[in-house]
């Protein structure tokens, strides 16, 4: 496909602070202007539906950049300033992050809380189906659905148990 260089659309910000747009056709550009929350909106839309092409393209292959729907995080912390060795995990569900992302926003949310990340355990892509027979953590993902992140702190396994999942 060969590209129109007459046919681009242009973005610019107004003085009135809109995000203008605007979109060649037949009869010439018509202007549209969007609030910037409908610009932002709009835009994470454009990146979902350049992702999901890019996924699929891929076979599922997920770049450093790309927002995945929805993701589990196991975090290994301690709490701020103590050098105690208290170890405790916190179990994150987040949406629409890049990977990257997901780790540094749920580092910053459990320092909220008085605590500071030492490791991530686990990061995994997870969906609906992901916990088809685990109705407690069914709940955090729906929750994050709605909240887009929901973190559950647990004291730290004993010796012979497993980290929480």
């Known amino acids: 496909m060969e590209k129109d260089t007459e046919k681009q659309v242009s973005i610019w910000i107004d003085s009135d602070g809109?995000?203008?747009?605007?979109v060649p056709g037949e009869g010439?550009?018509?202007a549209v202007f969007l609030t910037p929350q409908e610009a932002v909106l709009i835009g994470n839309d454009l990146v979902e539906l350049g992702n999901s092409k890019l996924r699929e393209e891929a076979d599922e292959e997920i770049y450093p950049w790309m927002r995945i729907p929805m993701q589990f995080l196991l975090m290994e912390v301690k709490p701020l300033g103590d050098d105690s060795g208290e170890r405790a995990y916190i179990s994150c569900w987040i949406r629409d992050?890049?990977?990257?992302?997901?780790?540094?926003?749920?580092?910053?949310?459990?320092?909220?809380?008085g605590w500071q990340l030492e490791r991530i355990v686990r990061q995994d892509r997870v969906n609906r189906?992901?916990?088809?027979?685990?109705?407690?953590?069914?709940h955090y993902f729906d929750q994050a659905l709605i909240d887009e992140i929901v973190l559950v702190?647990?004291?730290?396994?004993?010796?012979?148990?497993e980290a929480p999942q």
């Open 97 to 113: 992050q890049s990977p990257e992302n997901a780790a540094l926003l749920a580092g910053a949310h459990a320092g909220e809380f």
């Open 153 to 161: 702190f647990d004291d730290a396994p004993d010796d012979d148990e």
């Open 28 to 30: 010439g550009e018509t």
């Open 129 to 138: 189906e992901t916990y088809a027979n685990d109705e407690e953590n069914l």
């Open 18 to 22: 809109n995000v203008c747009l605007a």
